[in-house]
């Protein structure tokens, strides 16, 4: 008795404590122990792979303005001087665009603490990480997708956006390249479970690759994963044509609940006379 008392006085002010505060020593206890919480984590890998693409869409203008300008500057020094050399600024150049696209140290910490959590959640954005321009953190993401792809199931599919499941599907012909052939097959299957239309173009080309007739398990995983891509697209497909269909039908309702317009209006005052005159 005694000891069931001793409890319900331990754990009363803990039940008294608010969420809030309950929260702040969670964060506490993480940071204490070097692993911040997983929200945070993938908030800085998302901002970094935001950044990196939108400097991938003006890299390209940027580069041909950099060569109008090399082209300019070394026709004005050959003018000038009778000579020139343009492979100072060719090299400014090309280390400038490498810089522009290189994985911040912020980026490779969260990575690594990612990495230790090994939590579903962050499936899409290792997808994602198969795609950086850095070694080490590429071997990272392979680590941790062999450790969360044979988890996934179809419900799993809203973890992961467009970009991120296109990841995955173009990684198949990287992967071919390096004769990777375990990796092969869970890029496979989870495609299989959470991939989409935009998935068909890349088994197909790896179906001709030199692994996968060389491998005889990649090439039937590959006929099993299009057959499961095939069925969802055409599901995809009918779901747009019963949308459009339900839209034509919404619309030829309103028209022909919408009031005529243009009719004469008619003076109830007149109705009233001509029933009074007969």
Known sequence: MLNQQHNEETETPSASIPKSKTRFVRKRDLRQ?????????????????????????????????????????????????????????AFFGVMGIMGAMAVSESYKRAARKLEKLDDIRAVGAWAEALEVPDKEVRQMARKALTRLLPTLRASDAYRLNAEQRQCLAAHLLRAAREEEVDFIMLLLQALEQIGDSSAIPYVQKLKGEGIAVKETRIYEEADACLSALAARRDQEQNQQTLLRGSHAIHAASEMLLRPTEGAASVDPQQLLRANQQD
Do not use: H
């Open 33 to 89: 122990t070097g692993v911040e919480d997983i929200d945070t984590l993938l908030a800085i890998l998302e901002r970094e792979n935001r950044n990196r693409k939108r400097l991938s869409r003006i890299l390209p203008a940027f580069a041909v303005l950099y060569t109008i300008f090399i082209f300019a500057l070394l026709l004005t020094m050959w003018k000038v001087f009778g000579q020139f050399n343009g492979a100072f600024f």
